[in-house]
């Protein structure tokens, strides 16, 4: 089974920073990618940032030159994954899901528990 533990998160001012990690853990024969959502009140779940296995990433628009997405990883299955978030704004507050791709003998795509990123003026 595979398991995604997130941390960070919190209250910032915007302007301010907050940075965001997840740890995978469990069976897992290899990751393919991980990234970061999110979910405002009333809103549907959006793509904030993804990266590969391979390096590529990629950033929803509103966030590209504000937020980092980076992994650590100490073999193919426990992988870390940050989202540094700089520049924070109001509208980025949202509760932040943690997901990763992969293969754990079938192919998988795990979800963490949501950490809440809440931004105040």
């Known amino acids: 089974q595979v398991q995604l533990v997130e941390s960070g998160g919190g209250l910032q001012q915007a302007g301010g920073s907050l940075r965001l990690s997840c740890a995978a853990s469990g069976n897992i024969f290899r990751i393919n990618a991980m990234g970061w959502y999110r979910q405002a009140p009333g809103k549907q779940r959006e793509l904030v940032a993804r990266?590969?296995?391979?390096?590529?990433?990629?950033?929803?628009d509103s966030v590209k030159g504000r937020f980092i997405i980076s992994t650590i990883s100490r073999d193919n299955a426990n992988t870390t994954v940050y989202l540094q978030m700089n520049s924070l704004k109001v509208e980025d507050t949202a509760v932040y899901y943690c997901n990763a791709d992969g293969a754990a003998g079938p192919l998988f795509s795990s979800w963490g528990q949501g950490t809440q990123v809440t931004v105040s003026s």
């Open positions: 990266v590969t296995s391979g390096g590529t990433t990629n950033y929803a």
